[in-house]
């Protein structure tokens, strides 16, 4: 799990079969984002969820918030080979972000 | 859309040697950061800088470390004598500000110390 261990951290799958990828955090906090990044270039914004929140939608994603369990995951619905990429959960520290190592995903054709 | 621009895209360097590593943040964004990350490690935060000044920064960012915005887009973080180790992806993010806005990051900059 971020800040901490990941959950996987690895994780292939057939294309369009469904992702998930879980994220735990241990301090409470005001709002966790999800960040993709592809090898060796930028990090991608994905979804911002609050902690008044439990379950946000966009797109193929589904990102749900469980601040009891200090949890989190995304779901990545219907997989395309351009969903291979490395994905991570962030969670605010004060005003700074504080990344997991993250999951890598890989697409199978 | 509005994105976070960074030039250069690559940058080599010889140990010992200033680097300045440029950003362009959304215009209207208040909240402006640095991140890095070495090769196979994760994110992690440098710097942040709000109203011209740095409000926080992490134990990485010592004292040959230093942010400007010297003209009220561009956002620079200098290196003043760099080290092999400072060999990483440098990212800068900004946000527009209020407590749940998220981060924007441009593409980073990939600096090679040799």
């Known amino acids: 799990s971020q800040q901490g261990e990941e959950d996987p951290q690895a994780l292939s799958i057939q294309e369009g079969e469904n992702a998930t990828m879980n994220c735990s955090y241990k301090?409470?906090?005001?709002?966790l984002q999800w960040y993709r990044q592809n090898s060796g270039r930028g990090l991608v914004h994905l979804i911002l969820?609050?902690?008044?929140?439990r379950e946000k939608h966009s797109g193929r994603l589904r990102v749900t918030l469980d601040t009891s369990k200090k949890s989190s995951s995304l779901l990545i619905t219907a997989s395309r080979a351009a969903d291979t990429a490395s994905y991570f959960c962030?969670?605010?520290?004060?005003?700074?972000?504080?990344f997991g190592k993250g999951t890598r995903l890989h697409i199978l054709p | 859309e509005p994105e976070v621009t960074q030039t250069p895209s690559h940058q080599v360097t010889q140990m010992g040697q200033e680097v300045i590593l440029r950003c362009v943040p959304i215009?209207?964004?208040?909240?402006f950061y640095w991140y890095r990350q070495i090769l196979g490690q994760k994110v992690e935060f440098l710097v942040s800088?709000?109203?011209?000044?740095?409000?926080?920064k992490s134990e990485i960012f010592d004292d040959q470390f230093s942010v400007e915005r010297p003209d009220g887009s561009n956002f620079t973080l200098k290196i003043r004598s760099t080290k092999l180790e400072d060999s990483a992806m440098y990212f800068c993010?900004?946000?527009?500000?209020?407590?749940?806005?998220?981060?924007?990051f441009g593409p980073g900059t990939r600096l090679t110390v040799l």
């Open positions: 800088f709000y109203n011209n000044e740095i409000s926080e």
């Open positions: 993010a900004s946000r527009e500000g209020g407590s749940y806005n998220e981060q924007f």
């Open positions: 215009s209207n964004h208040l909240y």
């Open positions: 301090t409470s906090i005001n709002n």
């Open positions: 969820i609050r902690s008044n929140e």
């Open positions: 962030a969670t605010d520290r004060g005003d700074k972000i504080i």
